[in-house]
């Protein structure tokens, strides 16, 4: 069955570098879209990135352009997160799902459990 | 940047009918996907392509999609239906996935 296993949050600085790692199973990643997804203590989902089949296309939020880079080792069928300068307000769970085989308009139908990044001083 | 708009907060009595909306400019012309959160979990796709239902999701939920209104509708509502739900689309405009602000459901 479709599985997606975040790993790599925990406490950091502001500055820090993080990576946040997530291990797919029962699909192969190459094979859809993949995003990451956040959401702040008691505040509502936010896109974070999102990148194609290929790994041609990849887009970001706003809040993370320039700091946060998305990519994906298809030998280890895993999607990961280079978080970079981390602000305080990069704290949240940060869940990996899977987007469409074909569109990326199509809707994120398996999620991670998440993984809690915390950035404090 | 294009912005969806849900009420913060919907409250219905069991066994009634519970309708979540999100707003967006020209919301009809874009495929709406529906999320269900509830706390502690991560969010399930309730709804997708305006108002189809992924296997396993209960014909209670429905949703519709016109003009600068989304609506996901949730019929006979019960006391496991109480969570935070979320809308969300693909903006081709400015490349960005949004969310709507979340509703959060109450059953009286």
């Known amino acids: 069955q479709v599985q997606l296993v975040e790993s790599g949050g925990g406490l950091g600085k502001p500055g820090e570098s993080l990576r946040l790692s997530c291990a797919a199973s029962?699909?192969?990643?190459?094979?859809?879209?993949m995003t990451w997804i956040r959401q702040a203590p008691a505040r509502g989902l936010e896109w974070v990135s999102y990148?194609?089949?290929?790994?041609?296309?990849?887009f970001y939020a706003d809040s993370v352009k320039g700091r946060f880079t998305i990519s994906r080792d298809y030998a280890k069928n895993s999607l990961y997160l280079e978080m970079n300068s981390l602000r305080v307000e990069d704290t949240a769970v940060y869940y990996c799902?899977?987007?469409?085989?074909?569109?990326?308009?199509?809707?994120?139908?398996?999620w991670g459990q998440g993984t809690l990044v915390t950035v404090s001083s | 940047s294009y912005v969806l708009t849900q009420p913060p907060s919907v409250s219905v009595a069991p066994g009634q009918t519970a309708r979540i909306t999100c707003g967006g400019n020209s919301i009809g012309s874009k495929n709406v996907h529906w999320y269900q959160q509830k706390p502690g979990q991560a969010p399930v796709l309730v709804v997708y392509d305006d108002r189809d239902r992924p296997s396993g999701i209960p014909e209670r939920f429905s949703g519709s999609n016109s003009g600068n209104t989304a609506t996901l509708t949730i019929s006979r509502v019960e006391a496991g239906d109480e969570a935070d739900y979320y809308c969300h689309v693909w903006n081709d405009g400015s490349d960005h996935v949004v969310f709507g602000g979340g509703t959060k459901l109450t059953v009286l």
């Open positions: 799902a899977r987007g469409g085989k074909w569109l990326i308009r199509d809707p994120f139908d398996y």
């Open positions: 990148i194609d089949k290929s790994g041609s296309s990849i």
């Open positions: 029962g699909f192969t990643v190459s094979d859809y879209y």
